[in-house]
């Protein structure tokens, strides 16, 4: 089964929690904090794999979760760092959010990070000041959010061949290259795209074969064209045509209508270097012209006249491929990626008054200030009351009207305003 399509669901570790511990032995009865910090929770990357061909893993499997930190404990040990998890994938994943926003598109050797464990969380002892000695509390560790991401297969080759049904791509593919592709006399032979390596003196380069385009594939008719991002990324196209006739379509009428389908999928694609190989030349009569008169109404392509099934031309073919080769740069065309899926927001404060009358207070400055709060202590409490002042959130508050005596929900917590 070929997969280029697959909606999986990623996240990274939490952070572990970090410890309250007091230090207790023999010499210390009553000795200070030694509670460690909670270990970060492990990231989640993904690289290419070039033994992977396409997106198959990832119909059985749809999620990927990295290992949690592991929790702060006493004598200032230090949560263990969750384990990072390294997604495998074909070469040219490109990997989106729902929306369509480019994450990555794992072409290179390295890994590429997509999501960011949460950060562990701070022991006690990171809270003892002189005058609070004994702090009884630590901060949990930050949980992290699992996020769903498109992956999207676009294969990477040098050469794509377009064409009718049955004009003979996929019999070109297996008579340049090592691929074995299914060949057969009917339309819609070939389902999925085939890859296959030419192998010719001292160069190599790698052929996309994909299904045949009919007219109407822009608007879902045959395969429709959907696999064409499949050779969106190739550097050039060897458009191939059923010289012979012998379908009973026109060799001319079937080339411009499959450039309008390239075009109608986008422009980048129909302008990309494109040669012909006129297949089945065995079937012509000799005193046959119609090789002539196709070079007559195509003067600006290079035509190679080809049958596959004979190799006839076949090397040809090959050489002036690599010519055109040589004259585009090597650089594979990739997407732009970069877009951050778990932007962290700790800076946001919100301040609303709802129909109760209650202000209810609510951001990601929030919610990294209670990670690190037990409200049932008294001591932590304190600590609670006067970040409030000290991040601006009490001047939030009265900016928004608050007074003392009113009432203020943060994280589903009512308090009394105070001053
Ligand atoms: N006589 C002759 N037959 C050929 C030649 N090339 C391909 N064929 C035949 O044409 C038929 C179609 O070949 P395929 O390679 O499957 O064609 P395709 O373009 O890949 O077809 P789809 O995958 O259906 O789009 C097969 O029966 C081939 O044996 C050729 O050069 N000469
Ligand atoms: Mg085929």
Known sequence: ?????????????????GSAHFLRDAHHIAGGPDGGNGGKGG??????????????DF?????????????????????????????????????KDKQGNVIADIIGDEPV????????????????????QTPNFAQTGELVKAYKVVLELKLIADVGLVGLPNVGKSTVLSSVSNAKPKIANYHFTTLDPNVGVVKYK????????????????????GLGHK????????????????????????????????NEELRKYSD????????????????????????????????????????????KGVEDLIIEILKVLNTLPVEIEHE????????????????????????????????????GIVLTDTQSFAYFQKRLKKDGIIDKLKEAGAKEGDDVMINNIMFTMVD
Request: one cysteine or more.
């Open 336 to 371: 732009e990626g970069g877009f951050v899926l778990d932007e962290r927001d700790v800076t946001s404060l919100n301040v609303e008054l709802n129909e109760d009358g209650v202000y209810v207070v609510s951001g990601g400055k929030i919610d990294e200030l209670v990670r």
């Open 227 to 258: 696999f064409l991002r499949h050779i969106e990324r190739t550097r050039m196209l060897v458009h191939v045509v059923d010289i012979s006739g012998i379908e009973g379509t026109d060799p001319v009428a079937s080339f411009k209508l499959i």
């Open 43 to 56: 990231d989640v990357y993904f690289v290419a794999d070039p033994q992977k061909s396409n997106l198959v």
């Open 202 to 221: 001292d160069k190599a380069f790698v052929v996309a074969d994909i299904p045949g385009l009919i007219e109407g594939a822009s608007e879902g008719a």
């Open 1 to 17: 089964m070929f997969v280029d399509y697959a909606v999986i669901t990623i996240k990274a570790g939490n952070g572990g929690d």
């Open 113 to 132: 990070r997509v999501l960011r464990g949460g950060k562990g969380g701070r022991g006690n002892t990171f809270y003892a000041t002189a005058t609070r």
């Open 268 to 311: 980048k694609l129909a302008s990309k270097k494109m040669i012909i190989a006129l297949n089945k030349c065995d079937l012509l009569p000799p005193e046959s012209t119609a090789i002539d008169d196709f070079r007559r109404q195509f003067p600006d392509y290079t035509i190679v006249p080809i049958s596959a099934a004979t190799m």
């Open 59 to 95: 119909y059985y499997t749809k999620k990927f979760v990295a290992g949690n930190g592991g929790n702060g404990g006493g004598q200032n040990c230090n949560g263990k760092r969750g384990e990072d998890l390294i997604i495998k994938v074909p070469r040219g994943t490109v990997i």
